[in-house]
């Protein structure tokens, strides 16, 4: 069985991090996504909103491409990162 989509981060929220977010909003937003999105599939900006890149429709982009990685080689391109 492979599963074709993974809706987990698919959201029409848009976060924009920047200096002025606390650590606590910071916290809030990354448990947020941790709950609803599968690791392997989760972009960079996702794990780490530190880094203050916006995490908008672009992370949709990455979750294809890894999507797209997986149905030609039936290997996830980030196997371990089910371990973050």
Same mark, same amino acid.
């Given at each position: 069985?492979?599963?074709?989509?993974d809706?987990? !981060?698919?959201?029409?929220?848009?976060?924009?991090?920047?200096?002025?977010? !606390?650590?606590?909003?910071?916290?809030?937003?990354?448990?947020?996504?941790?709950?609803?999105?599968?690791?392997? &599939?989760?972009?960079?900006?996702?794990?780490?909103?530190? /880094?203050?890149?916006?995490? /908008?429709?672009?992370?949709?982009?990455?979750?294809?491409?890894?999507?797209? &990685?997986?149905?030609?080689?039936?290997?996830?391109?980030?196997?371990? !990162?089910?371990?973050?």
């Amino acid at each position: 069985f492979i599963q074709l989509c993974d809706f987990g !981060s698919a959201t029409t929220k848009v976060y924009l991090p920047d200096e002025t977010w !606390s650590v606590k909003k910071r916290d809030y937003v990354e448990d947020e996504m941790t709950k609803v999105t599968t690791p392997m &599939y989760r972009a960079p900006e996702m794990l780490d909103t530190y /880094n203050n890149y916006p995490i /908008n429709e672009q992370v949709d982009i990455w979750a294809l491409g890894c999507l797209l &990685y997986y149905l030609c080689f039936i290997n996830h391109p980030f196997e371990d !990162s089910a371990k973050l």
